[in-house]
């Protein structure tokens, strides 16, 4: 078995550089800030970061967690060291897609799949859900492209600002086509996402208050069900997924 050295030996070992990009060899949390325990979003294991805090200067010896920033979708999170387990990575380029419109259409079919799938495990609304069985909106539709390597935004007004937009929905939405991603809230914020799978009908995962605590299926036409009306009356716009995330090109 291979032996790991300690994270805190490592990161000493390049000065803390916030230049160095590290692989993670387990599944870890993220969390909001540097003590309390409000998960933001769940890593998984093989994704790629850099240190944003500490650097040599900060560093204290009672330090419990770092500050991150992950290179697949640029988030920033603070992890725990404890039980962490990472190696230095080097970014390959050869490992860019091309033709990436042509690669993610082809993957649509398969992401909307998985999503199903997904929904007819046992699972329930998670805030910070990304691995799985239990997801928050945005964790469902990231991870569902995460898992077919297209790399996007891990929050709801992220993936609004990185997606292609279509049309708000005063507009005739008959031009939606599978795998759009619909957006909720207002125009100020967004903070509710969808990934449209046809027929007027969209997959998103939805808390108890106003939804189905977890993954389900509701519509945007003419209902009478008050979870899919509820939804209904905050759509925004739709958008859609034509690139991929990439840390040298894309602004967070």
Not at 25 to 40: A, R, W
Not at 186 to 213: L, M
């Amino acid at each position: 078995m291979k032996n790991y050295i300690d994270p805190i030996s490592l990161f000493k070992q390049t000065n803390f550089s916030n230049t160095i990009w590290w692989k993670l060899k387990v599944n870890i949390s993220g969390y909001q800030n540097q003590t309390e325990h409000n998960l933001v979003t769940e890593i998984f294991k093989d994704r790629i970061f850099k240190l944003i805090h500490p650097n040599s200067y900060q560093y204290k010896k009672t330090l419990s967690r770092v500050l991150v920033q992950f290179f697949e979708d640029g988030y920033i999170c603070w992890i725990n060291l404890d039980k962490l387990i990472i190696e230095k990575y080097q970014f390959k380029r050869n490992e860019i897609i091309e033709n990436e419109g042509s690669f993610i259409k082809q993957k649509i079919p398969l992401i909307l799949n998985w999503i199903k799938v997904q929904g007819d495990l046992k699972n329930q609304y998670l805030w910070g859900g990304t691995l799985g069985p239990n997801f928050d909106c945005s964790g469902l539709i990231q991870t569902a492209f995460f898992i077919h390597r297209i790399y996007i935004p891990r929050d709801s007004h992220q993936i609004k600002s990185f997606c292609k937009h279509l049309f708000y929905f005063k507009e005739d939405h008959k031009s939606l086509q599978a795998g759009d991603i619909l957006f909720f809230g207002n125009r100020e914020k967004c903070d509710h996402v969808g990934i449209y799978k046809g027929d007027g009908c969209f997959f998103h995962s939805s808390g108890k208050d106003f939804g189905r605590n977890g993954i389900g299926v509701d519509t945007i036409k003419e209902t009478n069900d008050k979870i899919s009306l509820h939804y209904q009356s905050k759509l925004i716009s739709a958008g859609r997924v034509i690139r991929s995330y990439r840390w040298d090109r894309t602004m967070r």
